[in-house]
C-alpha cells in the first residue's frame, strides 16, 4: 500500500488516482481543486485529509466532479463537491463507500448511482441541489442492494431521494433525515426496499411513495408536516408498520394497490 499526497507527491486529484493501484490511499491536502475526476482503477481510497478541508468542483458545468468508471470498492470521504453537474456519478461497479462528504449547488442531482451495486452512503450531507438529492437510477440491471444510511438530504429542487426503476431490487434506506425538499421525501419504483427509522419531514410532496415498488418494507419512520400524504402506497405486497404519521396536509396513509399490510401506525393529519 502507497499514500499518494497531493499536491506533494502528485499536483492533481486526477494525477495521483492515474498514479494509484489497488490498496492505495489518494491524501489531498486542505485547497480548492477544479478539476473533474474519472476513476478506473479499483479498491483505492481518496481522502481530503481535513475533513471538509477541500473543494472540489468540475472543470465544466455539464460535468460531473467524480465519475467511478466501472470500477470497485473506492472510498471518498471528507470532501465538500460543488457547483457542478453532480458530485459523483457511480456507473457500474459497485461497492463503493461515500463518507462523510458535503455535496451542494450541483446543477442537476446530488449524486447518482447508475447500475451500480452494494455502494453504502453514509453520513453525508446532499442539498442545494437543483433536482434529486440521491437517485439511485436506469434499468439494465439496474442499481441493487444498495445502503442509504444516516445522511442528511435537504432543500434540493426535485426530491429527497428517488430510486427511478422496477429494476432496482433491494435497497436500504435508513435512519436519514430527509427534509424540505421540493418533491418527495423519498420516492420509490424500485422492489424489496427497505425504509427504516428515516425523519421525513416539510418536503413539497408526499414524504413517502411506493409505486410500482412491490415487496417493499416501510417501519418505524417519523413522517411528518408534508404537503400531501404522509407515506402514499400504490403498487402491491407492501408492509408500512410501526410509523409516526402526523399533521401531513394530505392522507395520513393513502393506499391503492393490493395486498398491502399497514399496521400499528400511529396517525395524526391535519391541513397547517
Do not use: C
Not at 113 to 132: A, K, M, P
Not at 250 to 257: L, N, Q, V
Amino acid at each position: 500500500m502507497a499514500i499518494i499526497r497531493v499536491p506533494q507527491d502528485q499536483p492533481t486529484i486526477q494525477q495521483g488516482i492515474d498514479a494509484a493501484s489497488p490498496g492505495d490511499i489518494v491524501l489531498v491536502d486542505s485547497g480548492n481543486y477544479k478539476e473533474t475526476v474519472i476513476v478506473s482503477t479499483s479498491s483505492i481510497s481518496i481522502i481530503a485529509r481535513e475533513k471538509h478541508g477541500v473543494t472540489l468542483e468540475s472543470n465544466a458545468s455539464n460535468e460531473n466532479a467524480i465519475q467511478l468508471n466501472d470500477a470497485y470498492n473506492v472510498e471518498v470521504f471528507g470532501f465538500i463537491i460543488q457547483n457542478s453537474h453532480r458530485s459523483i456519478w457511480m456507473y457500474r461497479g459497485g461497492y463503493h463507500r461515500i463518507i462523510g462528504n458535503i455535496f451542494q449547488n450541483h446543477n442537476a442531482d446530488g449524486i447518482l448511482f447508475e447500475d451500480s451495486t452494494g455502494n453504502l452512503l453514509y453520513q453525508n450531507i446532499i442539498r442545494f441541489n437543483f433536482s434529486v438529492g440521491v437517485l439511485l437510477g436506469w434499468s439494465n440491471p439496474g442499481s441493487i442492494s444498495n445502503w442509504i444510511i444516516e445522511n442528511l438530504i435537504t432543500k434540493n429542487g426535485g426530491h429527497g431521494l428517488e430510486i427511478w426503476t422496477p429494476g432496482a431490487i433491494g435497497n436500504a434506506v435508513i435512519n436519514n433525515e430527509i427534509v424540505r425538499n421540493d418533491g418527495q421525501g423519498i420516492y420509490t419504483k424500485g422492489q424489496n426496499t427497505l425504509i427504516y427509522g428515516n425523519e421525513v419531514e416539510h418536503n413539497d410532496a408526499n414524504a413517502v411513495r411506493l409505486e410500482f415498488g412491490d415487496n417493499s418494507v416501510v417501519a418505524e419512520n417519523a413522517v411528518k408536516k408534508n404537503a400531501n400524504s404522509g407515506i402514499n402506497i400504490i403498487s402491491n405486497q407492501n408492509i408500512a408498520i410501526a410509523n409516526q404519521v402526523r399533521k401531513n396536509q394530505g392522507a395520513g396513509i393513502e393506499i391503492s394497490g393490493n395486498e398491502n399490510i399497514i399496521q400499528g401506525n400511529k396517525t395524526k393529519t391535519h391541513t397547517l
